[in-house]
């Protein structure tokens, strides 16, 4: 698919199918965050969690809804969640890095006809949290960034999105 029929075609799904991802399908979205551009080229500073399996991703959505904040599946039952943690370090640009290598993801999984989501509250959920950080295998310097649910969505061929443009000044 062209790219930017691509970006085009690309809108949040929240509705998944139970079908898995293929591993050459994640291997690809994993590459694609690889080539995303990062400040200062500091790809070491990045750690990408991958959780493929419906257990694990349940276990984790289990003890999100026991603190007590999210009150639907907060994974919306995809068969993927990939998240992006970081040691905190320049506030502004982790996060800027994070949206690169989010929308690298998202991009490449909706090129391969996967839907996908950015999600970022569960992340702040998570941070307030050391038994959620514990749960994703991360040490206190790390924090979850954000993370990316991608999946087969139920409802095929979704209309594209009618967006309503941005404020845009030439000078
Ligand atoms: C930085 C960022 C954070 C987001 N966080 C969430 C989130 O926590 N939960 C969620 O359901 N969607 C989240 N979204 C998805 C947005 O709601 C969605 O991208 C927006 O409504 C535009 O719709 P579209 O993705 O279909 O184009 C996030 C998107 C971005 C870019």
Same mark, same amino acid.
């Given at each position: 698919m062209d790219i930017l029929d691509t970006i085009k075609k690309r809108q949040s799904v929240r509705d998944f199918s139970e079908e898995k991802i293929s591993e050459e399908h994640l291997k690809i979205i994993l590459d694609a965050a690889y080539h995303a551009p990062i400040g200062?080229?500091?790809y070491n500073r990045y750690e990408l969690i991958v959780i493929k399996h419906k257990e694990k991703i349940d276990a984790l959505a289990q003890?999100?809804?026991?603190?007590? +904040?999210?009150?639907?599946?907060p994974f919306f039952h995809a068969p993927i969640v990939i998240f992006v943690a970081a040691k905190p370090n320049r506030e502004r640009l982790d996060g800027c890095d994070t949206g690169c290598l989010i929308e690298n993801m998202?991009?490449?999984?909706?090129?391969?006809?996967?839907?996908?989501?950015?999600? &970022?509250?569960?992340?702040?959920? +998570?941070?307030g949290r050391p038994f959620l950080l514990q749960?994703?295998?991360?040490?206190?310097? &790390?924090?979850?960034?954000?993370?990316?649910?991608?999946?087969?969505?139920k409802e095929k061929d979704l209309p594209p999105k009618v967006r309503p443009g941005i404020a845009t000044r030439v000078l």
């Open positions: 200062r080229a500091a003890k999100i809804a026991e603190a007590g +904040i999210l009150t639907k599946h998202m991009l490449a999984a909706t090129s391969l006809g996967l839907g996908s989501c950015f999600l &970022y509250t569960v992340s702040e959920v +998570i941070n749960a994703l295998g991360l040490s206190d310097e &790390y924090r979850a960034m954000s993370a990316v649910v991608i999946g087969h969505p």
